[in-house]
T-cell receptor, first 120, second 112 residues
Framework: DTGVSQNPRHKITKRGQNVTFRCDPI?????LYWYRQTLGQGPEFLTY????????KSRLLSDRFSAERPKGSFSTLEIQRTEQGDSAMYLC??????????????????FGAGSRLTVL | QQPVQSPQAVILREGEDAVINCSSS?????VHWYRQKHGEAPVFLMI?????EQMRHEKISASFNEKKQQSSLYLTASQLSYSGTYFC?????????????FGDGTTLTVKP
């Protein structure tokens, strides 16, 4: 088990360009989450998947952001027409969960090291 | 509906104790605590499910008061390695279920 892997670790791009990040979760984890973190803030929820199904997307998330998890394994997060305000650390986390609420047990997140995006 | 953490920052001498608080305006199913060191990913410390059980990880313990929608993290006899930013993550019910919402963190600095 090599943990949650993210790449690239760093990405510098010009405003208006598209970028894509990849996350490889722990193999037996069925849940995959994307968070965004800026300096001095906690992780901000973006979206999450259970297997290949995208169960929720933050209402604050622009339409320029899209995520996929084909075949329920790795996931990609694409940002189109990047803006300077998109500069942040993009964190991926995975967990194993049977549902939600009291019958589903603890949802312990294992985070990847993150992909840092700088938009010039 | 982000949880609120307090204090924002704490500076301690090695061996001193600290308490970090996390409160939410929504009903909570669980509270998680993570520690993040500079430039690294958040690392899971412990999770508390409703029922008010205290959990312990080495000399770090936590409590969860479901009725008050609050959790506290207790760091006893702090060590240099405890330095970092501590985040609480909360999970609620219904539309707030399935994902953790994080506070803005408490930065702990332990000095020799």
């Amino acid at each position: 088990d090599t943990g949650v892997s993210q790449n690239p670790r760093h990405k510098i791009t010009k405003r208006g360009q598209n970028v894509t990040f990849r996350c490889d979760p722990i193999s037996e984890h069925n849940r995959l989450y994307w968070y965004r973190q800026t300096l001095g803030q906690g992780p901000e929820f973006l979206t999450y998947f259970q297997n290949e199904a995208q169960l929720e997307k933050s209402r604050l998330l622009s339409d320029r952001f899209s995520a996929e998890r084909p075949k329920g394994s790795f996931s990609t997060l694409e940002i189109q027409r990047t803006e300077q305000g998109d500069s942040a650390m993009y964190l991926c986390a995975s967990s194993t969960r049977r549902g939600t609420g009291e019958s589903s047990g603890a949802n312990v997140l294992t985070f990847g090291a993150g992909s840092r995006l700088t938009v010039l | 509906q982000q949880p609120v953490q307090s204090p924002q920052a704490v500076i301690l001498r090695e061996g001193e104790d600290a308490v970090i608080n996390c409160s939410s305006s929504k009903a909570l199913y669980s509270v998680h605590w993570y520690r993040q060191k500079h430039g690294e990913a958040p690392v899971f410390l412990m999770i508390l499910l409703k029922g008010g059980e205290q959990m312990r990880h080495e000399k770090i313990s936590a409590s969860f008061n479901e009725k008050k929608q609050q959790s506290s993290l207790y760091l006893t006899a702090s060590q240099l390695s405890y330095s970092g930013t501590y985040f609480c993550g909360t999970e609620g019910y219904n539309t707030n279920a399935g994902k953790s919402t994080f506070g803005d963190g408490t930065t702990l600095t332990v000095k020799p």
